[in-house]
């Protein structure tokens, strides 16, 4: 695998668990009626100094996957890169781009894809990959559902889902990325073996995370025992979201998944 993490993650010989000692019941008490609508965030923040502009500017039309979304078929990943992407990884939801940047830079080899809504954070992202070729990187500023809808079969090795919206409300539980549904199309896009790693320091996420990741049939956790998914593996990139959550936020919890064979 061209991204590990450093640690000898075994087969989970117990994959039914969940992050609290007992079973926590499913979360998705408003049935499995899930939106097709992913994206709820704001997509603007402050506006943009003239460096992050021109990075939108001139540097996102180059790696830009928006004109293959609005083809609205099938994404030919070797059309879009020039060459077969592979080891291909994803990254959901980016933030400021800080751990994408970083993967690019340990993992040259390595493609990478990386969706983002919220310009402040695609315009940080641009910034932080200035120096960085454009051949193995592609980008949506859009729902990354959208973007994963029309991505082909098993063309992933590896997708990050970090620090996720947490829509803490019952009512907007269903505004989670991490749905039945969407599980659904994340065990079509990982190959046999791929990582399926999705982090929080949201109690009731993690547990709403690993419960719904479990009672998918294509999923194994891979947590032996508590510190697996209390601490991070030795090479972690920490995102900015969690390096932030410093002032008494809970525990973080890493939660890593296998996709089945
Ligand atoms: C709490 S932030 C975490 C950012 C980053 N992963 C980190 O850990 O620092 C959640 C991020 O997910 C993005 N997001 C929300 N819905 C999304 C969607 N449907 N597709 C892609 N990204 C999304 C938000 O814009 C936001 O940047």
């Not at 559902?145 to 082909?152: A, G, M, Q, S």
């Not at 079969?153 to 919206?165: A, E, R, S, W």
């Amino acid at each position: 695998m061209a991204v590990s993490h450093g640690k000898n993650w075994t087969s989970s010989t117990n994959s039914r668990r969940s992050l609290a000692s007992h079973d926590p019941k499913p979360k998705n008490a408003e049935g499995s009626a899930y939106p097709q609508q992913s994206l709820f965030g704001r997509r603007k923040g402050r506006p943009l100094g003239e460096d992050r502009q021109a990075a939108l500017d001139n540097r996102l039309p180059e790696i830009d996957l928006s004109p293959a979304i609005n083809q609205e078929k099938q994404i030919d990943l070797s059309a879009v890169f020039g060459g077969t992407p592979s080891p291909l990884w994803m990254e959901i939801g980016f933030g400021n781009g800080e751990h994408l940047a970083t993967l690019m830079r340990r993992h040259p080899g390595t493609y990478f894809i990386g969706a983002e809504p919220f310009i402040n954070g695609m315009s940080a992202f641009l910034m932080h990959i200035k120096d960085l070729p454009n051949d193995k990187i592609r980008v949506l500023m859009d729902d990354a559902i959208k973007l994963c809808r029309l991505l082909p079969d098993k063309c992933l090795d590896g997708l990050y889902i970090l620090n996720p919206d947490p829509w803490p409300k019952t009512r907007h539980h269903r505004r989670r990325i991490v749905s039945p549904e969407n599980l659904d199309i994340f065990a079509r896009l990982l190959k046999p073996g791929a990582s399926l790693i999705m982090t929080t320091d949201v109690p009731g996420l993690a547990d709403w995370m690993v419960t719904h990741a479990n009672n998918h049939t294509a999923f194994t956790w891979q947590a032996e025992c508590a510190a697996d998914w209390q601490t991070p593996p030795e090479d972690w990139i920490p995102t900015r979201y969690e390096t932030k959550r410093a002032n008494g936020a809970d525990k973080m919890a890493y939660l890593f998944f296998e996709r089945k064979p």
